[in-house]
C-alpha cells in the first residue's frame, strides 16, 4: 500500500488528490490537509464584495472528499519534513511515499504598518463581508483599491474590481472616484508594454485612475504613505504582500524565505518524492519573470505531479509534463469579460493577450466554477 500526503485544499492539492485517486489503486491512501474547512474558487470573492453573490454559494466542504476515497485531515501543519517525506498536524506525525506541498501563499498584512487598522483586505475570504459592508456603507469620495506588494495571486482582479465598484456607486446614486495603485511600473505586466497602455487608457476611459510605480510603505488615517508622497483615501480596499507559508520556508524547501523552486516541467523539488504545486511554487518564464500565481495554473501543476507520483508508484516512465498555458478572466461589467490567456513559458517570449470583451468570457467564467465544483465535490 502507498500513501500520499498533500499539503493543502487549494486548486493545486484537490487536483493532485483527485487525479491520485483516478490512478492508485482502491488500497493506496490519499491524505489531504488543511487548516480550512471549504474550498473557493477565488474570483468569487469579487462577487461578493460588490454584492452580487455571496461567497457561501461558491464554498463547497472539504470534508465531502472522503466520500471519494480522499481522507481528509483539517488542522494546520506545524512541521514538514522533506528529507523523511513527513509532516505534523493536530499533534500527529505522518509518513508517506510522497508528497504534494500545495500550500499557497500567505497573506501578510504585517508588513505594512497600518494596512490593518486602516485598510479592507478583499484578498481574504474571512475579510471580504467586512470590505462589501464597507462599500455598501460608502457614501462618496474616494475608493483606493492599493496592491501592497508582488507577486500577489490572480494579478488581473484589482483592476476586476475597480472595474466593478466604478460601476456599482453610480447605480446607487453615490458620487465616487476610483483610482488603483501598484508598486510595478505596469497594471498586468505579463502584457507587456503596447498591450497595458492599452488597458490602462480602457481604465482612463471609465474614470479609474491607474497609478504605477506606487510602493506603499504604511498607511494612516484616511491617507497611504510613499516614498515620495501621500495618497488620500475615504474608503482602501487592500491587496496586500504574500509570502510562502512560514512551515515550507522553515522546512528548507525555499530556498533563502522565498518561494518553492521546482522543476517547471514536472514539479519535482530538490527532495526525492516531494513536489510542489500553487502558488507556493516559483517559476521563472522567459522573461526572467516569474510566472503569474493563479488557479488555473495551480490547478495543472498539481495534475502534472499527480500523474507523474502515479508512474513512479507503478515503475513506467513519467511523461506528464506542465505546460503552463491558460488564463485568468477579468470582468469588466455590462455582463461581459476579457481573458489574459496564453502560452506563458513559450519561447522566446510568453505569448500572451488580452482579449476583447465578451458576453462569451463572463459565461466562461461563471461556468468555470459551476463545473468546478461539481467535478471534484460530487461523489
Not at 24 to 44: K, P, W
Not at 289 to 295: Q, R, T
Not at 355 to 366: N, V
Request: some cysteine.
Amino acid at each position: 500500500m502507498k500513501r500520499v500526503l498533500i499539503l493543502g485544499g487549494g486548486f493545486g492539492g484537490l487536483a493532485a488528490a483527485h487525479s491520485l485517486r483516478q490512478s492508485l489503486a482502491a488500497e493506496d491512501e490519499i491524505i489531504l490537509i488543511d487548516q480550512r474547512a471549504q474550498f473557493m474558487v477565488g474570483f468569487r470573492k469579487s462577487w461578493a464584495l460588490v454584492g452580487e453573490s455571496t461567497l457561501e454559494a461558491g464554498q463547497r466542504s472539504l470534508a465531502d472528499l472522503n466520500q471519494q476515497g480522499i481522507k481528509v485531515i483539517q488542522g494546520a501543519i506545524t512541521k514538514l519534513d522533506p528529507v523523511a517525506r513527513s509532516v505534523e498536524v493536530n499533534g500527529q506525525r505522518l509518513e508517506a511515499d510522497a508528497i504534494v506541498v500545495a500550500l499557497g501563499a500567505r497573506r501578510a498584512p504585517e508588513k505594512v504598518p497600518g494596512l490593518q487598522a486602516y485598510g479592507y483586505n478583499v484578498y481574504e475570504a474571512a475579510e471580504v463581508p467586512r470590505a462589501a459592508q464597507a462599500l455598501h456603507d460608502f457614501k462618496g469620495g474616494r475608493v483606493v483599491i492599493g496592491i501592497f506588494g508582488i507577486p500577489y495571486p490572480c494579478p488581473p482582479a484589482p483592476y476586476e474590481m475597480a472595474i466593478l465598484i466604478n460601476s456599482l456607486l453610480p447605480q446607487r446614486g453615490i458620487s465616487a472616484t476610483v483610482e488603483v495603485f501598484s508598486p510595478q511600473p505596469l497594471s498586468i505586466p505579463i502584457l507587456g508594454e503596447v498591450r497595458c497602455s492599452d488597458f490602462e487608457s480602457q481604465l482612463a476611459e471609465k474614470g479609474i485612475a491607474f497609478l504605477p510605480n506606487h510602493k506603499a510603505t504604511a498607511v494612516e488615517a484616511g491617507e497611504v504613505v510613499f516614498a515620495n508622497g501621500r495618497r488620500p483615501f475615504d474608503l482602501l480596499l487592500t491587496v496586500p504582500p504574500h509570502q510562502c507559508p512560514p512551515v515550507i520556508v522553515d522546512s528548507g524547501l525555499a530556498a533563502s524565505g522565498e518561494w518553492i523552486k521546482v522543476n517547471p516541467r514536472t514539479m519535482e523539488t530538490q527532495f526525492e518524492g516531494v513536489y510542489a504545486a500553487g502558488d507556493c511554487v516559483e517559476i521563472m518564464m522567459a522573461t526572467n519573470k516569474p510566472l503569474p500565481k493563479a488557479g488555473v495554473f495551480a490547478e495543472a501543476m498539481g495534475r502534472t505531479a499527480a500523474q507523474r507520483i502515479a508512474a513512479a508508484f507503478a515503475g513506467i516512465p513519467a511523461d506528464a509534463q506542465f505546460a503552463g498555458e491558460g488564463g485568468c478572466f477579468l470582468e469588466v461589467g455590462n455582463g461581459e469579460a476579457m481573458m489574459v490567456k496564453g502560452s506563458f513559458l513559450a519561447q522566446p517570449a510568453p505569448d500572451v493577450i488580452l482579449t476583447e470583451a465578451s458576453s462569451r468570457y463572463l459565461d466562461q467564467k461563471r461556468n468555470f466554477e459551476a463545473e468546478l465544483l461539481k467535478r471534484w465535490f460530487t461523489a
